[in-house]
Structures are given as C-alpha cells and as structure tokens.
C-alpha cells in the first residue's frame, strides 16, 4: 500500500511532514525567522527612542545652566558705607535696588545713574541726603548765618 501524504516518516501517525528548511534561518520557528530576519533594523530605532529623549532633557539642562550663569550678575552695593556683594538677574540699577528694597529719595546721590545698566563686578553706591544739604520738609528755610 502506498504511503499516505500525512503520516509521520517516524511513526506513521497522520501527522504532515515538515519541509527542511535551508539557509541562514534553518533550524528556526517562523516566529522566530521573522523576527531575526526583521528585527535587526529594529535595535536601532529602538535604542535611538530611549537615547533622543535623555538626550534632549541633558541638552536642556545644559542650555538652562548656560543661560542662568550668563545672566547672573554680582555687584557690589554700598548704601551709606554699609557695603555687600549681590546676586542679581537685574537689568539695570534702578531695577536691583528696588528688589533690593532700596528706596532713593529725591536728596539721595545714586551713582552710577538708576538708568545705567549692569554688568558682572559693578559697583553702586547710595548715600542718603546728609543734614544740611537742603531745606528739611517741614521746616522753614534756614536763617542766614551771621559773620
């Protein structure tokens, strides 16, 4: 009797035989064949996912840091000879003494001007209006002094 299409070479069992297969995948399931014969372009893409975006929060980081120290500023501030050296993002004099809370009044000598902008290691120095520099709000003009 000839043999049937579906038995087993082995044990003659009516189950299909299998074609051998030839080449770089022999030996392989197909699951496997496919992912092997595909999968390799695969490891690229997938390690390029995880490093792009490590990548960009590092560069981020890095620009942030850049741009912070390139806008900090320390000055030295005098107000009437108590002198201290501060941090600032301030642009300008008049904008880091009122952060400072530093209030000029119209006999106070600010140098440089409130106007002047700032730069790393400036010094700015405030003296207050002195006694007998003007008249005293208030009072009367003063009498003239007598020879």
Same mark, same amino acid.
């Given at each position: 009797?000839?043999? %049937?299409?579906?038995?087993?070479?082995?044990?003659?069992?009516?189950?299909?035989?299998?074609?051998?297969?030839?080449?770089?995948? =022999?030996?392989?399931?197909?699951?496997?064949?496919?992912?092997?014969?595909?999968?390799?372009?695969?490891?690229?893409?997938? %390690?390029?996912?995880?490093?792009?975006?490590?990548? &960009?929060?590092? =560069?981020? &980081? =890095?620009?942030?840091?850049?741009?912070?120290?390139?806008?900090?500023?320390?000055?030295?501030? %005098?107000?009437?000879?108590?002198?201290?050296?501060?941090?600032?993002? =301030?642009?300008?004099?008049?904008?880091? &003494?009122?952060?400072?809370?530093?209030?000029?009044?119209?006999?106070?000598?600010?140098?440089?001007?409130?106007?002047?902008? &700032?730069?790393?290691?400036?010094?700015?120095?405030?003296?207050?209006?002195? #006694?007998? %520099?003007?008249?005293?709000?208030?009072?009367?003009?003063?009498?003239?002094? #007598?020879?």
């Amino acid at each position: 009797m000839a043999e %049937s299409r579906l038995s087993c070479p082995r044990n003659g069992v009516g189950r299909p035989e299998r074609l051998e297969r030839r080449g770089p995948f =022999a030996g392989q399931s197909p699951r496997a064949a496919r992912q092997s014969a595909h999968g390799a372009g695969r490891a690229a893409p997938e %390690s390029l996912r995880r490093i792009v975006p490590r990548a &960009l929060v590092v =560069a981020v &980081l =890095a620009g942030g840091t850049v741009v912070f120290l390139a806008q900090d500023k320390a000055v030295h501030v %005098s107000v009437d000879g108590t002198s201290r050296t501060l941090h600032t993002f =301030a642009d300008d004099v008049g904008e880091l &003494l009122d952060a400072e809370g530093v209030t000029v009044g119209a006999r106070d000598t600010v140098a440089p001007a409130p106007a002047t902008g &700032l730069d790393d290691g400036d010094e700015i120095v405030v003296r207050r209006g002195t #006694r007998g %520099s003007g008249p005293v709000p208030g009072r009367g003009p003063r009498a003239p002094r #007598r020879p």
